[in-house]
């Protein structure tokens, strides 16, 4: 079997790596990434000398470069995890976004059409739902909730998995979709919340705070994210949605406040500031599908999970402050001020 993971020098596409290097010693895993300000050779240094792993520096907005890697490599699954993901960003520039998360997922799709292939898997978010209330915590996500967007990058990727499900039906392509809830873990970029929130509070820094800090999110550790893709390749149907997701709503103020006692760090470092333009006030997967259909069940306790992570961050502090530097040092000095 050989995938191709793009998105791969990224968060989750980087975790999903080392997942199915260890699960799938036979598979043959390709990394097509563009290594845009997200991506990260470094967080591959321990695959790179891996027979059984290879890395791509690609667009996939450049047909022509992804067409000769399907015509040279005849993959059998791609796993598409490469986008503009970040909320902020597209509220600034939404024009990336719609290249990258769409026009880019329709390359890949234009390829696996005229190449053939087993399964195209589309890596989605809940986001693509829109938000729900917060008095109402009986409401969750289910596959067939309509996709109702708020940011730019919430409905770029929404139009993906529109057209990933036009290509289905029209192009009879083996696809499959999941739409996950927010995922924390190693090696995510540390503009999202928890690694910012780590890092700044290591150095003292004000914590910002969207609004009241009352919006919640559904967090899932990364690593049982990646069980459950790999899952949907092995056992999905095609043409299916997924919801992943570990029934763990946080506030968001709250998992800002667990950063500091853990880090021994007074809240007064907490701010409030400006909410975020359309801020969705409550994500909530339902997952009983991937449960009943595919077994699949996240294993690890978010108080288990949120230790490892902020212990990891500790550790490897070296990488995280490698890559504050050039371009990401800038959209940060803008977003947060200067240091
Ligand atoms: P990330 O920003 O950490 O990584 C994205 C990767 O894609 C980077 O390595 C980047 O270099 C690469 N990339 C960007 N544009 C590219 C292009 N045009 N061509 C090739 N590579 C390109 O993102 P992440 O948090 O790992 O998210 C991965 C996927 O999972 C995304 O599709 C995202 O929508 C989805 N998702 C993320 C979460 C989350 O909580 N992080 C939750 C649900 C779904």
Redesign the pocket.
């Known amino acids: 079997m050989k995938v191709v993971v793009?998105?791969?020098?990224?968060?989750?596409?980087?975790n999903f790596i080392f997942y199915m290097l260890k699960k799938h010693p036979d598979y043959e895993i390709i990394c097509?990434?563009?290594?845009?300000?997200?991506?990260?050779l470094s967080t591959l240094k321990d695959v790179m000398d891996n027979p059984k792993f290879k890395f791509v520096k690609?667009?996939?907005?450049?047909r022509k470069g992804v067409y000769k890697l399907f015509e040279e490599e005849k993959p059998d699954v791609i796993v598409?995890?490469?986008?503009?993901?970040?909320v902020d960003r597209s509220i600034e520039n939404p024009e990336i976004f719609l290249?990258?998360?769409i026009i880019?997922t329709s390359v890949l799709m234009d390829a696996c059409r005229k190449y053939g292939i087993k399964r195209f898997h589309q890596?989605?978010?809940?986001?693509v739902y829109g938000d729900l209330p917060l008095d109402r915590p009986d409401l969750f996500f289910h596959e067939d909730t309509p996709l109702h967007t708020s940011s730019p990058?919430s409905s770029s990727?929404a139009s993906a998995d529109l057209l990933v499900g036009a290509y289905g039906r029209t192009f009879h392509l083996p696809v499959t979709i999941s739409?996950?809830?927010?995922?924390?873990g190693p090696y995510?970029?540390p503009e999202?919340l928890i690694p910012l929130m780590i890092q700044r509070a290591l150095n003292n820094e004000k914590l910002p705070v969207y609004g009241d800090g009352k919006n919640v999110r559904d967090w899932l550790y990364v690593e049982d994210?990646c069980k459950a893709i790999d899952l949907i390749l092995e056992k999905g149907t095609p043409g299916e949605v997924y919801n992943i997701g570990g029934h763990n709503e946080m506030h968001n103020i709250d998992i800002v406040k667990l950063i500091c006692d853990y880090l021994d760090k007074p809240y007064s470092l907490i701010e409030h500031v400006t909410d975020r333009k359309g801020h969705d006030r409550r994500y909530a997967i339902d997952p009983e599908k991937i449960h009943n259909e595919l077994g699949w069940l996240p294993e690890t306790m978010f108080k288990d999970g949120i230790k490892k992570t902020i212990q990891w961050y500790l550790d490897n502090k070296e990488w995280w402050e490698n890559i504050i530097s050039g371009d990401y040092q800038n959209y940060y000095d803008e977003m947060y001020g200067k240091k």
């Open positions: 793009t998105g791969g020098a990224g968060f989750i596409g980087s097509l990434d563009s290594l845009t300000y997200a991506g990260n690609l667009d996939i907005r450049d598409n995890f490469a986008a503009e993901s970040h290249e990258t998360n880019g890596v989605s978010t809940d986001e990058y990727k739409r996950c809830s927010n995922n924390y995510q970029f999202k994210h």
